[in-house]
């Protein structure tokens, strides 16, 4: 495992011991655009095989394997990796979800064609340092006919970062190469991510077989109106409403911090 590797295993070992109470707590919005949106491209077949690449505390996994998926979790951090097969055990769904270490930019333990969908959540291709590398290695293993969904951190977005910096510099290589610094204070944490473009993303899906169906920006709306991010039922489930009406309007892509696209292999 590279420098860069060891800094990105390194701070989700740390973060690992309170992913799912800061996911779901600051988050829970983020949750239900992001599951709104895998269940549009889920395979027919109830029992098929779905890769969660990068999959951490296994978020997604666990909602898969409730609606009868078998699923494989992989990521590089140990931390994460443990929390997983915690929650799976806990749950009762050791037959459903198998979790692996695996390096999404190299994964030759699986085969051609394996998986009937394939998700990439929580950014890993952004902070994968090998990025073109990982979007051909989703495509390989992805059968025809299946969705690879990915979030990535959006360039626009994460402009937001450097707002109240003075290094010029920083911004410069953020708008022309994508490249910006984790915005961490422990100086062990940080490490370069890569904030893409939504026409770079469709560029690299396209380019490996994926014919892009749908991209999305999470969130559009919400994080605009801070006087609305309350615990209100009724208000959070209208600013959701909010999100799913706009978010695949390209008009509001820049607004949010994240992208997430999904294609199906040709």
Wanted: hydrophobic residues 40%.
């Amino acid at each position: 495992m590279n420098d860069h590797l060891k800094r990105v295993a390194a701070h989700h070992d740390h973060w690992s011991e309170t992913y799912d109470s800061d996911y779901f707590g600051r988050f829970d919005l983020y949750h239900k655009i992001t599951w709104d949106n895998i269940q549009r491209f889920l395979p027919l077949e109830k029992d098929a095989a779905i890769l969660d690449a990068g999959g951490g505390t296994g978020i997604f996994s666990v909602e898969l394997a409730n609606i009868g998926y078998h699923v494989i979790l992989t990521d590089i951090s140990q931390g994460m990796l443990e929390k997983a097969r915690e929650k799976v055990a806990r749950l009762g769904l050791e037959n459903q979800v198998e979790v692996r270490e695996a390096d999404i930019c190299d994964m030759p333990q699986f085969e051609d064609k394996r998986f009937a969908m394939v998700l990439c959540e929580g950014d890993p291709l952004s902070y994968c340092g090998e990025h073109k590398a990982a979007i051909r290695e989703l495509a390989r293993v992805v059968r025809p006919g299946g969705a690879v969904i990915a979030s990535v951190d959006n360039r626009a977005g994460a402009l937001n970062w450097l707002r109240d910096s003075d290094d010029r510099e920083a911004v410069e290589r953020l708008l022309a190469t994508g490249q910006v610094l984790i915005p961490e204070e422990r100086p062990e944490f940080r490490y370069m991510s890569h904030a893409f473009t939504p026409e770079e993303l469709r560029s690299l899906f396209e380019s490996n077989g994926l014919a892009v169906e749908r991209i999305i920006g999470k969130p559009v709306i919400a994080h605009r109106l801070r006087r609305f991010d309350g615990d209100d039922p009724e208000v959070r489930e209208w600013l959701f409403r909010l999100e799913l009406e706009y978010n695949d309007d390209p008009a509001f892509y820049p607004w949010a911090g994240h992208l997430e696209i999904a294609g199906r292999k040709t």
